[in-house]
């Protein structure tokens, strides 16, 4: 079976082959000229300024060649003349790098290091158009898989903590609870990362992530502690359940047990950091 290159139309079978997402191939010498943000050789206006190279002529391996350009000994082995950069192997002289740093396709990932800024991608394809849509939707999928959610949380609890407050006509109380949840988020992280090294073995969430899902358990777990404290016994059964369930699927605990001892060291940090505002206050 045939697989003919989709930018110069030559059967490249029995050659070094590249092949694109949609499953096109693409000849080695025509991925190179799209890697150097070179135009395709059949595009290409008949005087290329440099001889080319007959059948009889083709360099001998092992053999230094004369670069057709500018007739610079190229060494065996080497396809790149080092005094006008002409490269024999795709017939041009790429041009000058304008990225020297690693530079992922925003599409498939590709490393676009040392090429230009306005190259498509050599790999699938993408124009930097396309690359900048793809990255801007990766970033959206990763606010919505894993930000989105906790956010989402965070945002209910404090909502019915206002409710509250508002019926009990105690604002000043939902202001200390909230630079209280703010205080606690950034203690939490800390003992969340000691508690992660000494017991649970490993720090498995990013700062910022973790950050977010201490931010939702502190935010539903203010109304529920509100609500249901003033019920003996069973008010502090009810707010400990949630406060282990929030825990355990927030931070991905691995069991209960883990989720128990983090919650009495985040109770411990919360309450302080309430009755020391309180006190300030």
Not at 152 to 180: H, K, M, N
Not at 202 to 222: I, T, Y
Request: aromatic share 10%.
């Amino acid at each position: 079976m045939s697989k003919v290159c989709i930018h110069c139309g030559i059967d490249c079978s029995e050659s070094k082959r590249f092949k694109d997402a949609k499953g096109r191939y693409a000849c080695l010498k025509c991925h190179d000229r799209i890697k150097y943000g070179l135009p395709i050789e059949r595009d290409l206006p008949a005087d290329q300024g440099a001889p080319i190279a007959l059948a009889d002529e083709a360099p001998i391996e092992g053999e230094r060649v004369a670069c057709p350009r500018c007739k610079h000994e190229i060494p065996p082995g080497e396809t790149v003349c080092s005094n006008c950069r002409y490269d024999i192997s795709i017939g041009a002289a790429p041009p000058a790098p304008m990225t020297e740093y690693s530079r992922p396709c925003g599409k498939c990932g590709y490393d676009l290091k040392g090429l230009a800024l306005s190259a498509s991608c050599p790999e699938c394809g993408a124009d930097p158009h396309t690359q900048a849509r793809a990255k801007k939707a990766k970033h959206q999928n990763q606010f919505e898989m894993f930000y989105k959610e906790p956010l989402i949380y965070s945002a209910v609890g404090l909502v019915a903590l206002l409710i509250i407050r508002l019926l009990t006509s105690d604002l000043q109380t939902f202001v200390i609870d909230c630079i209280a949840i703010g205080i606690c988020v950034p203690l939490a992280l800390g003992a969340y990362w000691v508690f992660s090294l000494i017991w649970a073995g490993g720090f498995d969430q990013g700062w910022l992530l973790a950050a977010a899902n201490f931010l939702a358990v502190f935010a539903v777990a203010s109304p529920v502690v509100v609500v249901f404290s003033p019920i003996p016994l069973v008010g502090w059964i009810v707010w400990l359940t949630a406060y282990l369930w929030l825990l355990k699927v927030r931070l991905d605990l691995d069991g209960w047990w883990d989720a128990f001892i983090l919650a009495l060291i985040l109770a411990g940090i919360q309450i302080l950091a309430k009755l020391g505002l309180a006190a300030l206050i």
